[in-house]
C-alpha cells in the first residue's frame, strides 16, 4: 500500500513539475511577445514628503497588459523574465518610458523625481551604466532626478561586482534607493559601505508596526542610524493614518502606500497631481 502510495504520489508530483514548467515556458513567450506588441504598461505610486505632503517622486511599476489575461502583476512574471534573460530588454523599456514621463513632468512645471526599479541582473550588465546615460541623454531628463531602486538581499549578494556601478551611477547625478530594506541579514552594517541615498523600509515592517514593538523598534532603529549616516528613509506599504502618524514621530522622511494612492496610470497622475 505505501508503496503504491509513493508511486502515485510520484506521478502526481512529475505531473506538477511539468505542469510549472509548460506553464514558464508560456509566460516567457508571452512575454516576448509582449515586448514586440508593447503590451506592458507603468504605473505609478506617489511617494509623499511627510513634513509637508507633497508628492516629491513617483515609483515606476510595471504591468503587463495580457490579452485575455487581464492586468499582470509583476510578481507573476518577473522571476520568469529574470530567469530568461528577458530582463534586459524589459528594463531598458522601462527606463526609457519612465524617464519620458518624468521629462513630459517637468516640461510641466513639475518638480517631481522617478523612481525605477532594477533588477540585480540589469544592474551587473557591463554596460548598464552607459545605458542609463544615454536614455538621460536621449529624453533629456536630468540625472539627478532619476532613482534607482535595488532589493537590498540581491545587491548584498553581488556586493563586489555592484559597488564600482552604483559609485559611477551617483558619480552622474543618478541616486540610489535600497528597496525592501530590513528583510535581509547583514543589513546595518552594510549601510555604510554601500554609497546609496536612500533607504526604503519593507511593508512587512510597516504592517504591524503599531501592534509588534519589535518591528516598530526595528523601523525606529533603521530610520535613526539612516539619518546618522545622512541617508534618507522611505516607509512603503503604509494603508492606515495610524502608521502615517507613528513614522512622522519616528522622524521618517517620506511614506507610500495605498492610504495616499495605489500605483496609478498616466493619465491618472496627471488627474492626481491637479489636486
Ligand atoms: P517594490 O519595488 O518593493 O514595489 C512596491 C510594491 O508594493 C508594489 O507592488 C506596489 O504596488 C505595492 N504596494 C505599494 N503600496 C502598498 C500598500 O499600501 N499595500 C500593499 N499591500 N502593497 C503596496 P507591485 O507593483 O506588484 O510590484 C512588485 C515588485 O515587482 C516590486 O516591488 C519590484 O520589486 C518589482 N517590479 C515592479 N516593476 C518593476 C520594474 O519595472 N522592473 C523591475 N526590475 N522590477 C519591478
Ligand atoms: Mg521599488
Ligand atoms: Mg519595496
Ligand atoms: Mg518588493
Redesign the pocket.
Known sequence: QAKRDGKRCYVWFQEKLEHEMLEKLRIEQGIRDALEKEEFV??Y?PIIDLHNGQTVSL????RWNRPEHGLV???IF?SVAEESGL?IR??KW?LKTACLFGKELRDHGRDISIA????VK?LLQTDFVDQVAEVLDETGFPSSYLEL?I?ETLLIEKFEAALPKLHHLRAMGVQISL??FGTGYSSLSYLKELPIDTV?ID?TFVIDAMKKSAHAAIIETIIELSHRLQLKVVA????TEGQRFFLRKKKCDKI????IS??MEREEIWRYLQN
Do not use: C, F, H, T
Not at 515609483?59 to 510595471?62: R, V, W
Open positions: 507603468l504605473y505610486q515609483e515606476a511599476l510595471i502583476s509583476p510578481e518577473m530582463i524589459m528594463g522601462v525605477v526599479n532594477v533588477s540589469e531602486e532589493v528597496d525592501d526604503k511593508r512603503e506599504g503604509v494603508e507610500q502606500g495605498y492610504l495605489k500605483p
